[in-house]
């Protein structure tokens, strides 16, 4: 998990692959050093990325605000900031899913 998350200044950036049109929202693990998150929403209008946003918010316990797309808007590949949380509880909050 450690290789999918950096702590920076304003929290921390999650590296993650997506899998867009899952039959749930879930974490299924590494792929490299993306953490892989398999998503209901399908990858139109930037449906996946909202709900990306939204499901790393509730998982890290932070409001939908904090949480920023900093790159990967048309890809499967997406770094994200989560604001107002350190690496250790961003670890413990993504590793008990």
């Given amino acids: 998990m450690n290789a999918a998350l950096t702590e920076m200044s304003e929290g921390v950036c999650v590296a993650v692959h997506v899998?867009?049109?899952?039959?749930?929202?879930?974490?299924?693990?590494l792929r490299g050093d993306e953490l892989r998150?398999?998503?209901t929403?399908?990858?139109?209008?930037?449906?996946?990325?909202?709900?990306?946003?939204?499901?790393?918010?509730?998982?890290?316990?932070?409001?939908?605000?904090?949480?920023?797309l900093l790159s990967g808007a048309k890809s499967r590949h997406k770094r994200l900031l989560v604001r107002g949380i350190d690496l250790a509880e961003a670890q413990r909050r993504l590793a008990a899913e």
């Avoid at 899998?19 to 693990?29: D, H, K, L, T, Y």
């Fill in 41 to 68: 929403s399908p990858p139109v209008e930037g449906a996946a990325n909202r709900l990306c946003c939204e499901f790393l918010a509730d998982l890290c316990g932070v409001a939908k605000s904090r949480v920023e």
């Fill in 19 to 29: 899998q867009p049109r899952a039959s749930r929202n879930e974490i299924v693990g």
């Fill in 37 to 39: 998150v398999r998503l």
